[in-house]
C-alpha cells in the first residue's frame, strides 16, 4: 500500500508540475502501467503464500496496456512480468521438488505466460485496428478539408467562387451593422473579355481570367477578399476600408491590368478592367449594397471602359 501510495504521489506531481508536457506521452499512460505492475509483483513477492489470486490483478494493467502498446511491446511486458514472477518463486523454492505448492507454481506460471501471450496477441490486433482506424480517420480530414476547398474557390483561378462571396459578404454586412465599421466592396469586369475568346480561344480567355487573379492579389490587403463573381466579373470585399481608399485600389488594378501582357495574346491587344464601388450604407442590405456596386460599374463601362465608378451616400465619385 506504500509503495502505490508512493507511485500515485510521483505521477500526481508530475503532472501538475507539466513536467509530464515534455515527454513523448504526455498521459504518462506507459509509464504507469508499468508501475501498477511493479507494485503488483512487489505484491506477489510479499505475499509468501496464495499469491495467485493477487497474480490476478496483473490483468487489469495489461487491460490498459492492450491499448497503448502494440504487439511487441506487450509481448515484451509478458516476458518481463513472467520472468519476474518466474525470479520470485524460484527464490522461494517452489520450483523445486515435486511436492504439491511446486506443482501449482508450475501450473499457475504456464497459465500466466499462456494468458498474457494470448492478451498479447489480441492487444496487437487491437492496435493495428486503431492504427488503421486514426489513419481512415486523418484521410476522412483530408477529404473533408478538400471539398471544403472546392466548394469555396473558384476551379479555373484559385480565387473564391460566388457562394463563398454571398456567405461572406452577409457576414461583413451583418458585422458592418453591429460594430459600426466601414465596409467597401468593388465589383470589377474585364474589357473586351468576349473578343478574347470569339477570336483567340477560350485557353486564352483562361489565361487572362487567371492573369487577373494573380495581379489583382498581389496589390489587395491582407484583409481583402477576392472571388469571382461569374464569367469575367470579379468581387473585391474590403472591410475597414473608405470609399476613397477601396477607389484607390481599383485604380491600381485598372493601371496594372492596363499594363499587363498576356502570352496567349498579341502584344497590342490589352485587356483592361472597368470597376465599380460602393461603401455600405447603415441598415441596408447585402443586395442593395451589391446593387449599388454593380450600377457603378454599369457607368464605368457605358462611359468608355477602363475606369473606376463610385457610389457611395448619394454621390458619384470617378
Known amino acids: 500500500a506504500l509503495f502505490a501510495l508512493v507511485m500515485a504521489i510521483v505521477f500526481f506531481a508530475l503532472l501538475r508540475s507539466g513536467l509530464n508536457l515534455r515527454m513523448p506521452d504526455p498521459s504518462l499512460s506507459r509509464e504507469m502501467i508499468v508501475a501498477s505492475l511493479a507494485v503488483i509483483l512487489y505484491g506477489v513477492a510479499s505475499a509468501r503464500a496464495n499469491d495467485s489470486a493477487l497474480l490476478l490483478m496483473v490483468m487489469l494493467p ?10 511487441r511491446g506487450l ?66 480530414e483530408e477529404i473533408i478539408r478538400d471539398t471544403e476547398h472546392l466548394a469555396m474557390q473558384d476551379e479555373l483561378t484559385g480565387a473564391y ?59 489587395l490587403r491582407e484583409g481583402d477578399c477576392l472571388g469571382r463573381w461569374g464569367g469575367e466579373a470579379f468581387l473585391i470585399l ?12 481599383c485604380r491600381s488594378i485598372c493601371a496594372a491590368q492596363r499594363a499587363e501582357r498576356i502570352p496567349e495574346l498579341p502584344p497590342e491587344f490589352s485587356v483592361t478592367v472597368s470597376a465599380g464601388v460602393a461603401t455600405y450604407r447603415e441598415g441596408e442590405s447585402a443586395n442593395v449594397l451589391l446593387q449599388r456596386a454593380d450600377t457603378a460599374l454599369y457607368r464605368a463601362k457605358v462611359a468608355g471602359r477602363d475606369r473606376v465608378e463610385g457610389e457611395t451616400r448619394g454621390n458619384a465619385a470617378t
Open 161 to 219: 467562387n460566388r457562394r463563398y462571396l454571398e456567405q461572406r459578404l452577409s457576414g461583413e454586412v451583418r458585422r458592418a451593422q453591429r460594430e459600426g465599421m466601414t465596409l467597401s466592396i468593388c465589383l470589377l469586369d474585364l474589357d473586351r473579355f468576349k473578343e478574347v475568346n470569339d477570336g483567340f480561344g477560350h485557353a486564352a480567355g483562361d489565361a487572362v481570367l487567371i492573369a487577373f487573379t494573380r495581379l489583382a492579389g498581389q496589390l
Open 238 to 249: 474590403m472591410p475597414e476600408a473608405d470609399f476613397e481608399a477601396a477607389c484607390t485600389a
Open 62 to 71: 495489461f487491460v490498459f496496456a492492450m491499448f497503448r502498446f502494440g504487439t
Open 75 to 140: 509481448l515484451v511486458l509478458s516476458a518481463l512480468v513472467v520472468g519476474t514472477y518466474a525470479a520470485i518463486v524460484q527464490s522461494r523454492g517452489d520450483l523445486v521438488g515435486a511436492g504439491m505448492r511446486g506443482r501449482e507454481s508450475v501450473a499457475v506460471l504456464i497459465i500466466l505466460t499462456l494468458t498474457l501471450v494470448t492478451f498479447s496477441l489480441v492487444g496487437g490486433y487491437i492496435a493495428t485496428l486503431r492504427l488503421e482506424l486514426a489513419r481512415g480517420q486523418r484521410r476522412l
